[in-house]
């Protein structure tokens, strides 16, 4: 999403404009060059080759085609034909988290198997141009951005040459009834249109330490400061409400402030992007503690 791009684009500036077709033109290729990137980086960092990946995610909320991302993906980047795919679209902030999730039981069920989850996300299938009528949509092209994320999940590393540096070990889902025009969005021939609720931040902190204690109550821990805490940043309110809610010590949500002030919210791709500080701060054993939560929230709401 750029200057250069809108004035290739002058369509996409005009109001009441039928640009559904040319935001797609432009969306599905812009995923796949930057879900590319982003999973070549992980398979180099990895250290096997891409003929031993045996599943894929995909993740988008800006990717809407038949066949889908998913199979162009594999197809760009050398998959073998027989990759498992699996698609988890417009799930918007929650999506990464859920691939995680998806993830853990694939590997878990297939033994030897190796998941390489890829996420992708552009702005421009929701852009729209300024209006004096809507001046909260400031707040959203301030707060979201574009970007791509890769992590390979398997159950049994193969030692040395495999090195996790998290083992997920529990993972649930909850959506909270009667919430589901908190983060709206539809589709039309103008893009996508997104819009989030004034009271997200409420509604997130009046379930939130009951979420957190189903999951923390599988290992004992009562605690909120005795675990690290992988939050994806949905934005500065909903960090603010986690830590006023849940009494954090400050340091507790470090790693999702750094990343939302550095990236912005990119949709999916931010929980990877906080989980790569996390691996930052272990290997400098700034982080002591054995056990922490990975937590998203999207639409639904959807914890």
């Not at 060059?33 to 990895?46: I, K, M, T």
């Not at 300024?130 to 979201?144: I, T």
């Not at 529990?170 to 989030?196: A, H, R, Y």
Request: with cysteine; hydrophobic share 40%.
């Amino acid at each position: 999403m750029s200057k250069e791009l809108l004035d290739k684009h002058p369509e996409l500036k005009m109001e009441g404009t039928p640009t559904l077709t040319p935001r797609l033109d432009i969306c599905n290729a812009a995923v796949i060059d930057l879900g590319a990137a982003a999973a070549r980086a992980a398979l180099d960092e990895w250290g096997r080759p891409a003929a031993d990946i045996t599943h894929l995610i995909y993740i988008s909320s800006s990717d809407l085609r038949l066949p889908g991302g998913d199979l162009h993906l594999a197809a760009r980047l050398g998959l073998s034909p027989n990759t498992v795919r699996t698609s988890l679209l417009f799930l918007g902030c929650s999506g990464g988290a859920a691939a995680l999730r998806t993830a853990k039981d694939i590997a878990e069920n297939n033994p030897g198997s190796r998941v390489l989850v890829t996420a992708a996300e552009t702005t421009v299938l929701g852009f729209r141009p300024p209006s004096y009528d809507r001046p909260y949509d400031l707040v959203g092209a301030a707060l979201f951005g574009d970007g791509a994320s890769a992590v390979i999940i398997g159950a049994g590393p193969m030692t040395p040459a495999e090195n996790p540096f998290l083992e997920l070990e529990f993972s649930t889902q909850e959506f909270l009834p009667g919430t589901d025009k908190v983060i709206d969005g539809k589709i039309s021939e103008e893009g996508i249109n997104f819009k989030l609720g004034r009271d997200l931040p409420e509604k997130i902190e009046s379930r939130i330490e009951g979420f957190c204690r189903t999951l923390m109550n599988k290992v004992g821990i009562k605690d909120f400061n005795d675990i690290f805490w992988a939050v994806h940043p949905g934005g500065p309110a909903i960090l603010n409400r986690l830590e006023f809610c849940l009494k954090l010590q400050p340091e507790k949500l470090k790693i999702s402030r750094k990343a939302l002030m550095n990236y912005g919210n990119v949709s999916s791709n931010t929980i990877f992007y906080v989980l790569e500080y996390l691996r930052d701060e272990l290997k400098k054993g700034a982080i002591s503690e054995e056990w922490g939560l990975i937590l998203a929230f999207g639409p639904g709401i959807t914890f």
